[in-house]
């Protein structure tokens, strides 16, 4: 085993790092505060390739692994999430279902622009009444002639209605199966598509700084060869997905802890009560030395898992428990670094208040908790 990076991700690391302390740091908290999504900081890195990270060159990317890719989330997450967000949903959700599933002519079309950060995709698969049993779909296509026409909505839709969006993969039902089961497809709508609608949903108590929509769909006619791959393969083509996008959340709970830990340690090393820092007691030393530890288990499931996938060999159980783990010890270590924080940690002038924020959604985006539990024991064959 080699537990060492190549020359090549360390670099990836230090830069996006570097970075992130100087372009998002100093104004995360500020957009998080007023909700803002910023196109100068997707631009920015847009410029330092983080998006196409692995799609070939032919098609624009960046043609690096998913390990580069997974360390490149971690950074931008250990200083903010909003901004890590924007591109593990433009990666995994926006380009990876067009780039893995899409005809040439498609990859063509729509990879170049997303690659070089100029457009931005959705990826619409949660419904108001369909969240983890997304087989409830209930958005529909009928084929008529040359067109899909698309009705239905979508709900907490990441980057579909920015001023860049170009447009969202949706899966609809398309008929039924042989075997009375919804025939599932996915379809590619561009934005200005006649009846599509994208709204910014506003409110959110994480995430402030990325963009969230509501989409809706009133007989939007969409062109035929705009089907994603194989009509009746939208939901594997959803699973498989989610399966990448899982190594990226998990990257967001790993660069989280990391940037949560780092804060707490700085904190209580400084913080001085009954005559020396907070860190000297023993108590809290321990707490920091937990974290310390969980953070590492995490770094080395999380980068398992995407050796495995670099390997091509499966790892859809991998990346379920990387996402799980990963997000539960974010959640650990910020709930301890804001205790160490004491009442200065409740308070917004402390990064820490927003990185306990920003953790929960960790717990429930691209299957929660429960489901990734469910997803794990069903893999180990609890349920046989
Ligand atoms: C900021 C944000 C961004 C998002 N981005 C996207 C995106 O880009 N694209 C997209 O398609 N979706 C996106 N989502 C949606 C997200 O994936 C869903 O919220 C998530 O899958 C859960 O669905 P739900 O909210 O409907 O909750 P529900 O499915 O209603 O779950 C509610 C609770 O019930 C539990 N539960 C449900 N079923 C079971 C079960 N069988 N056993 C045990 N417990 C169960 C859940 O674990 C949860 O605790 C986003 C959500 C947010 C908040």
New binding site residues.
Partial sequence: MNFSLSMEQKILRESVRNFAEAEIRPVARQLDETESFSYEITRAMAGLGLFGVFVSEEFGGQELDYLSYAIAVEELARVDASQAATVA?ANS?GIGPIYYFGSDAQKRKYLPKLCSGETLW?????EPD?????GACRTRAVLDHDSWILSGS???????STDISAGVTVMAVTGERDDGHKELSCLLVETGTPGYTAQPMHG?M??RA?N?STLYFDDCRIPKENLLGTRGKGFQQMLATLDGGRLSIGAMGLGGAQGGYEMALKYAQERRQFGRPISGFQVNAFKLADMALEIDCARLLLYRACWLRDQNLPFTKEAAMAKLHCSEVMGRVVNQAVQLHGGYGLMKEYDIERFYRDQK?LE????????LR?IIARLVGAFA
């Fill in positions: 949903a959700l959705g990826f619409g698969l949660t369909a969240g983890s049993d997304a979508k709900i907490f839709i990441t980057n579909a959110k994480m995430w990325s969230t959604l429930i985006g691209e299957g929660t908790s429960e489901i469910l």
